[in-house]
């Protein structure tokens, strides 16, 4: 037995790419309720596809994963005057 939607909603369908209306009290195809995720549409509070959280599994994997490099932002170019500004050709 299935979860039953405790109001109407519109989901798009992945397949055909059309709006469809699901009704307060039906209990909609497995493909369609996973795209309501919305706990308050359901009569249980929970949406077709919530599932216990899984445990974290035990151990260190921190000490097997790199780190990514930080990215420092481009620096800006100085205020003073510069060759293009003073008018000269550079002679």
């Given at each position: 037995?299935?979860?039953?939607?405790?109001?109407?909603?519109?989901?798009?369908?992945?397949?055909?790419?059309?709006?469809?209306?699901?009704?307060?009290g039906s209990?909609?195809?497995?493909?369609?309720?996973?795209?309501?995720?919305?706990?308050?549409?359901?009569?249980?509070?929970?949406?077709?596809?919530t599932t216990?959280?899984?445990?974290?599994?035990?151990?260190?994997?921190?000490?097997?994963?790199?780190?990514?490099?930080?990215?420092?932002?481009?620096?800006?170019?100085?205020?003073?005057?510069?060759?293009?500004?003073?008018?000269?050709?550079?002679?």
């Open positions: 037995m299935g979860a039953r939607l405790a109001a109407t909603v519109y989901v798009t369908d992945p397949d055909t790419h059309q709006t469809v209306r699901l009704d307060q209990e909609p195809e497995a493909r369609l309720a996973a795209l309501v995720t919305n706990p308050a549409a359901w009569e249980d509070g929970k949406t077709a596809t216990p959280a899984e445990p974290e599994p035990e151990g260190d994997d921190d000490a097997d994963t790199k780190q990514a490099a930080r990215k420092t932002a481009a620096k800006k170019p100085a205020r003073g005057r510069t060759t293009a500004a003073e008018g000269t050709s550079g002679q």
